[in-house]
């Protein structure tokens, strides 16, 4: 998959992305805008300098709130010039849930508020959008269940760069139109996430541009590891026991995994791994079903759920979740329709956070794993929120699901507000 | 009119840089083979030593996943296009 590069006066000679290496193989690979390996097709990760200095906990907590003071463990040398003010979302305790969950504390990590486009996909678009200036590329694309579609657009826009964004056409309003404001050139695709998928793969290849999740996505999916960074160093430089987060791909939890990993081998938290949990909806499970059944390679599936970000039917990173999951003691659950929707007015009416369907999955995911007992009453959790439920306001107020009651309607006068508030008393 | 395999590019470099190979069969395995027996550097990236598609390379018969649709042992006929895509991609 060599890429076309048309224009290449725009590079940025100040920022290097690292050279790559086969996960499977080990094979090297320069750095190029390439995702798979040429002698055994498994994909292609940045490989960091060994020998680069690493900062200490006070360097880092020194510079700017944002996911670049970690710069060290992304996949550049030198300093970043795009996206600067991406990351370092709240990390908000919800005693409460906890003890829903029958845990000792719990916390969300909420990227449902991320800059710009409000929700994790900034993180990994960030650190993409760099590494094709860096390749001089001048247009960049993704295919998107819809939150990246967002992050794309915003984040060329500001870059002043082009950008060719394809996502299913049934996508939810708030998705479609929080992408075209930022005028990139969007296509409704008929069929679902995974036909435009394999559609981009066919124009990464063609046309040459940046595809983040494609030909860039070695670069792209480093950008997920700062979601741990900030969990731990939030945490007060520590780790929590277990995490919980939804799955479409299933690349954030490897990610997350490998990010606490890295802080423990830099010394900058010490003590066990955490154990990862992933949760997806059952109308769209294949990496619950990997997990749970303990298959040797993904069964794809067509999705049928309301969690439309994470609706990914054919998971590229699914059986590297698997081994994320498994190898840290964790495991996975698959929720209802019902479920998700429960989550989302859940975490709303205990911890005053609003998040998308996918966001109602980890909720749900991780009432489902507490039932099922694998939390310890000792333990410290922590949930990834990784979107805004303002996007997908169509799931809370869905009749065949559990929708939102009636707003009363009322006249000016005091005389209905008395009656609305007496209604209210037990 | 046999059928029509479209290669990406870190394949075709291993089929004299060819894009789109032309084949004949019943089954999209046994155009795989005809495809692996006039490329053999090819053979190993499009099945493994079962006969089988890998995990990581996607085959589309028409604009359709092939492991909805039996696998190599689907049914092809003249005209039907193939395509090959490399599956680490999205999410």
Redesign the interface.
Known sequence: ??AIISEPSAADTTLRPNALVCRLCKTPAEAAP???C?H????LDPAPDPNRTLPSRETIESRPESIWRYKEWLPFHGDPSLSLDTGFTPLVDAPRLAERLGVARCWIKNDAVSHPTLSFKDRVVATAINAAKAFGLDTIGC?STGNLANAVAAHAARAGMKAWIFIPADLEVGKVIGTQIFAPNLVRIQGT???V??L???I??YFGWGIV??NL?GYYGEGSKTMAFEIAEQLGWRLPTAVVAPM????LVTKLRKGFREFTEAGLVNGTAPRIYGTQALGCAPIVNLVERDLD????V?PNTIARSIA?G????G?FAKRAIVETGGSAAGVSEEAIVDGMRLLAKEVGIFTETAGGVTVAGALKLAEQGRFRPDDEVVLCITGNGLKTIEAVTDPKLRPLPEVPVIAPRMKEVKALVEATKP | MPVTLNLPTVLSKLAEGNKTLEADGNTLGEVVSVVATRYPELAPRLRDENGQPYPFVTFYLNDDDIRFNGGFDAAVKDGDEVTIVPAIAGG
Request: aromatic share 2%; with cysteine.
């Open positions: 998959m060599t390439v995702a798979i040429e055994c097709l498994g994909p295919a996430y995974d036909d998928n394999r981009c793969s066919q990464a290849d999740n494609v996505r479409a791909g299933g690349s390679q993904i069964e794809p067509i990914i054919n998971p590229a990173d059986m």
